[in-house]
C-alpha cells in the first residue's frame, strides 16, 4: 500500500511539474488573451485591467502574488485587490512587492454597504459602508482612489440614483451578464441610468474574481498616460475606458471601443478553461493524485 | 467476486471503510495493535491541505503549477489549524481515553474524506461547467452532504473509537461541529462582509 500512496504522490507531484513547465510555455508562446500593454492610442498607453478581484485573505482563493501571475497568464496589466469592507491582502501584497511580475496591483476594497456595493479602487485606508452612495463616493475621493459602482441590479441602482455625478464608473461588463437574461437587463438598465446622469462616466469591465471563474473573464481597457496608479486613476476619473465582457462586446466610446475591439474579441474567444494538451495533463495528473491520496490513507496496525 | 473486491477495498484503505461503515470501522481500527508517531498524525493534515490548495487553484484558475498550488495550499493551511483545533478541545483528556493523540488524531483526519472529495468535486464542476450554466447556490447547496456526512463520522469516531457513551459523544460531536464548522462559516461571514448584507435583507 506504501507503493500505491508513492505512486499517488508522484502522479500528483507530476501533474505540478508539468503544470509549471505549461505555465513558462505559456508564457513565451502567449496562447493566452493577447494583452494590450504596449498599444498606443491617440498618445496613451492601452492597458488591459480587472478592476474588481477578491483575494486571500477575504473570500478570494488565490493570495494577491498568486493573483499577479495569474493576471499575467490572462493577459492582465493591472489588477485591484477589492475585498469586501478590509484591505487586509493590500497589507500582505506591501510585504511583498506592489508590482509583480510586470502586473500593476492597485489597492482597494469593495465597499459592501445593504444597498448597494461601490469598488473603490485606488484607496490608502477603508472606507465607511453604513452610509449614502454620495457619501461613500466622497470619502473613496478622499481617500485618493476612484468609486466604481459594482455590478448594480436594480435595487442598488435605485440606491445610488442620484449620485452616479459623484461615482467615477459603473461597472457594465460582469460576469452575471453570462448568468441568466435579467441579469443581463438589470445590468442594461443600471448602466442607461448612470450614463443618463452622468455621460463620461468610465465604462468598467470586471471579472469579480473568487474561486470559480477566472480571472478576467471580463475586462476593461484603460487610456492611461503610463501604467502608474496615478496615470490609471485619472484615466478612470476621466471615463477614458472601454469595458469588455467575456462574449468579446465592448461598452463605452466608440472610437475607444474601435481601438481595443479585436482585443477584446481575442480575450473572449482564448479559452480559459484548460487551454493546451499539457496543461490538461497536469491538472489530470494532480487532481488524480490528489484524489487517490484523499482514499488511500495509511492503515497502521498493517504497515 | 465484485463485493469480495469492494469488501477488501474498504478493509485496505480506512479513509473508505469509514466513509461506509463508520461505526464499525472505528471499532476495528481503533482495536488494532498500533504505534502512531506525532509525524505520523501529521500525514492525513498534510494531505487534507495539499487537497485543499490542489482542489482550489484548479478551481480558480483551471491549472496548477508548484508555485500555486503551495502557495494556495499555504495560505488555505489555517483551516486544517481549525480541525486539529477542534479535535483538540473536544477529545477526553489523554487519561480518560485509551488511543493516544497521535493516534486519535490519525483517526479523526481519517474520515476527512467527504469534504475532501466534495472540494474536488467542486473543482470538477468548475472545470466541466461553462459560465453560463455555473449557478453556485446549487454547489453551496450540495455542502449539505458533506457537512452530515462528517458529522456522522465525527460521532463514530466519539462512540466507537473513543468508546464514549452516547450521549457524550453526541455533546462531543456538536462542539466539534460547532467549532470546526462554526470557525469556517465565522471567518466566511466576515470576508464576505455579512454584517451590511443582513443589514439589507431585513430593510427591504
Same mark, same amino acid.
Given at each position: 500500500m506504501r507503493r500505491v500512496r508513492l505512486a499517488l504522490a508522484a502522479l500528483w507531484l507530476t501533474g505540478l511539474v508539468l503544470g509549471s513547465i505549461s505555465e513558462r510555455s505559456i508564457a513565451t508562446s502567449r496562447s493566452v488573451p493577447s494583452t494590450s500593454s504596449g498599444k498606443i492610442y491617440d498618445g496613451f498607453q492601452v492597458l488591459s485591467a480587472d478592476l474588481h478581484v477578491h483575494s486571500f485573505p477575504g473570500d478570494g482563493a488565490l493570495p494577491p502574488w498568486a493573483l499577479a501571475s495569474e493576471a499575467r497568464?490572462?493577459?492582465?496589466?493591472?489588477?485591484?485587490?477589492?475585498?469586501?469592507?478590509?484591505?487586509?491582502?493590500?497589507?500582505?501584497?506591501?510585504?511583498f512587492a506592489s508590482r509583480s511580475q510586470g502586473v500593476l496591483l492597485l489597492p482597494g476594497e469593495e465597499v459592501t454597504t445593504p444597498k448597494f456595493h461601490m469598488g473603490a479602487v485606488g484607496v490608502q485606508r477603508t472606507v465607511g459602508w453604513d452610509r449614502s452612495a454620495r457619501t461613500v463616493a466622497a470619502a473613496v475621493h478622499a481617500a485618493g482612489g476612484v468609486a466604481i459602482a459594482a455590478h448594480p441590479d436594480n435595487e442598488a441602482a435605485r440606491a445610488i440614483d442620484g449620485a452616479f455625478a459623484d461615482i467615477d464608473g459603473v461597472e457594465s461588463a460582469h460576469p452575471v451578464r453570462h448568468v441568466n437574461d435579467k441579469s443581463s437587463r438589470?445590468?442594461?438598465a443600471s448602466v442607461a441610468r448612470a450614463l443618463a446622469e452622468h455621460p463620461g462616466i468610465a465604462q468598467i469591465g470586471s471579472s469579480d474574481f473568487h474561486y470559480l471563474a477566472p480571472i478576467g473573464l471580463c475586462r476593461t481597457y484603460i487610456f492611461a498616460r503610463d501604467m502608474t496608479i496615478r496615470s490609471v486613476l485619472e484615466a478612470i476619473h476621466a471615463g477614458r475606458t472601454v469595458a469588455c465582457d467575456g462574449r468579446g462586446r465592448t461598452y463605452g466610446d466608440p472610437h475607444l471601443a474601435l481601438a481595443v475591439g479585436e482585443a477584446c474579441r481575442a480575450a473572449a474567444t482564448a479559452k480559459p478553461n484548460l487551454h493546451g494538451q499539457l496543461n490538461r495533463i497536469a491538472v489530470l495528473c494532480a487532481w488524480l493524485g490528489a484524489f487517490g491520496l484523499t482514499l488511500a490513507g495509511p492503515r497502521r496496525a498493517i504497515e | 467476486m465484485l463485493q469480495g473486491t469492494a469488501l477488501m477495498c474498504t +478493509?485496505?484503505?480506512?479513509?473508505?471503510?469509514?466513509?461506509?461503515?463508520?461505526? +464499525?470501522?472505528y471499532s476495528r481500527l481503533s482495536a488494532e495493535p498500533h504505534a502512531v508517531s506525532v509525524l505520523d498524525a501529521c500525514y492525513r493534515p498534510a494531505i487534507v491541505g495539499v487537497t485543499i490548495g490542489t482542489a482550489a487553484s484548479i478551481s480558480s484558475t483551471s491549472h496548477v503549477s508548484i508555485g500555486l498550488v503551495a502557495s494556495v495550499t499555504a495560505c488555505w493551511m489555517f483551516l486544517v489549524a481549525i480541525q486539529v483545533a477542534a479535535a483538540w478541545v473536544t477529545m477526553p483528556s489523554a487519561s480518560q481515553r485509551a488511543l493516544g493523540t497521535a493516534r486519535a488524531m490519525d483517526l479523526l483526519f481519517s474520515g476527512h474524506a467527504p469534504w475532501s472529495l466534495w472540494l474536488l468535486g467542486a473543482a470538477v464542476w468548475a472545470l466541466a461547467l461553462p459560465i453560463s450554466a455555473r449557478d453556485t447556490r446549487w454547489l453551496f447547496a450540495s455542502m449539505i452532504v458533506p457537512l452530515v456526512w462528517n458529522a456522522t463520522i465525527v460521532f463514530a469516531f466519539f462512540r466507537s473509537a473513543l468508546q464514549l457513551p452516547r450521549d457524550a459523544a453526541v455533546r462531543r460531536t456538536i462542539a466539534h461541529q460547532v467549532i470546526s464548522v462554526g470557525s469556517g462559516l465565522a471567518i466566511f461571514g466576515a470576508a464576505v462582509a455579512i454584517w451590511p448584507r443582513i443589514v439589507g435583507a431585513f430593510a427591504r
Amino acid at each position: 500500500m506504501r507503493r500505491v500512496r508513492l505512486a499517488l504522490a508522484a502522479l500528483w507531484l507530476t501533474g505540478l511539474v508539468l503544470g509549471s513547465i505549461s505555465e513558462r510555455s505559456i508564457a513565451t508562446s502567449r496562447s493566452v488573451p493577447s494583452t494590450s500593454s504596449g498599444k498606443i492610442y491617440d498618445g496613451f498607453q492601452v492597458l488591459s485591467a480587472d478592476l474588481h478581484v477578491h483575494s486571500f485573505p477575504g473570500d478570494g482563493a488565490l493570495p494577491p502574488w498568486a493573483l499577479a501571475s495569474e493576471a499575467r497568464r490572462r493577459g492582465l496589466d493591472i489588477i485591484a485587490l477589492t475585498n469586501h469592507n478590509q484591505m487586509l491582502s493590500w497589507t500582505l501584497t506591501n510585504w511583498f512587492a506592489s508590482r509583480s511580475q510586470g502586473v500593476l496591483l492597485l489597492p482597494g476594497e469593495e465597499v459592501t454597504t445593504p444597498k448597494f456595493h461601490m469598488g473603490a479602487v485606488g484607496v490608502q485606508r477603508t472606507v465607511g459602508w453604513d452610509r449614502s452612495a454620495r457619501t461613500v463616493a466622497a470619502a473613496v475621493h478622499a481617500a485618493g482612489g476612484v468609486a466604481i459602482a459594482a455590478h448594480p441590479d436594480n435595487e442598488a441602482a435605485r440606491a445610488i440614483d442620484g449620485a452616479f455625478a459623484d461615482i467615477d464608473g459603473v461597472e457594465s461588463a460582469h460576469p452575471v451578464r453570462h448568468v441568466n437574461d435579467k441579469s443581463s437587463r438589470e445590468l442594461d438598465a443600471s448602466v442607461a441610468r448612470a450614463l443618463a446622469e452622468h455621460p463620461g462616466i468610465a465604462q468598467i469591465g470586471s471579472s469579480d474574481f473568487h474561486y470559480l471563474a477566472p480571472i478576467g473573464l471580463c475586462r476593461t481597457y484603460i487610456f492611461a498616460r503610463d501604467m502608474t496608479i496615478r496615470s490609471v486613476l485619472e484615466a478612470i476619473h476621466a471615463g477614458r475606458t472601454v469595458a469588455c465582457d467575456g462574449r468579446g462586446r465592448t461598452y463605452g466610446d466608440p472610437h475607444l471601443a474601435l481601438a481595443v475591439g479585436e482585443a477584446c474579441r481575442a480575450a473572449a474567444t482564448a479559452k480559459p478553461n484548460l487551454h493546451g494538451q499539457l496543461n490538461r495533463i497536469a491538472v489530470l495528473c494532480a487532481w488524480l493524485g490528489a484524489f487517490g491520496l484523499t482514499l488511500a490513507g495509511p492503515r497502521r496496525a498493517i504497515e | 467476486m465484485l463485493q469480495g473486491t469492494a469488501l477488501m477495498c474498504t +478493509r485496505l484503505f480506512p479513509e473508505v471503510e469509514i466513509m461506509c461503515a463508520p461505526r +464499525r470501522a472505528y471499532s476495528r481500527l481503533s482495536a488494532e495493535p498500533h504505534a502512531v508517531s506525532v509525524l505520523d498524525a501529521c500525514y492525513r493534515p498534510a494531505i487534507v491541505g495539499v487537497t485543499i490548495g490542489t482542489a482550489a487553484s484548479i478551481s480558480s484558475t483551471s491549472h496548477v503549477s508548484i508555485g500555486l498550488v503551495a502557495s494556495v495550499t499555504a495560505c488555505w493551511m489555517f483551516l486544517v489549524a481549525i480541525q486539529v483545533a477542534a479535535a483538540w478541545v473536544t477529545m477526553p483528556s489523554a487519561s480518560q481515553r485509551a488511543l493516544g493523540t497521535a493516534r486519535a488524531m490519525d483517526l479523526l483526519f481519517s474520515g476527512h474524506a467527504p469534504w475532501s472529495l466534495w472540494l474536488l468535486g467542486a473543482a470538477v464542476w468548475a472545470l466541466a461547467l461553462p459560465i453560463s450554466a455555473r449557478d453556485t447556490r446549487w454547489l453551496f447547496a450540495s455542502m449539505i452532504v458533506p457537512l452530515v456526512w462528517n458529522a456522522t463520522i465525527v460521532f463514530a469516531f466519539f462512540r466507537s473509537a473513543l468508546q464514549l457513551p452516547r450521549d457524550a459523544a453526541v455533546r462531543r460531536t456538536i462542539a466539534h461541529q460547532v467549532i470546526s464548522v462554526g470557525s469556517g462559516l465565522a471567518i466566511f461571514g466576515a470576508a464576505v462582509a455579512i454584517w451590511p448584507r443582513i443589514v439589507g435583507a431585513f430593510a427591504r
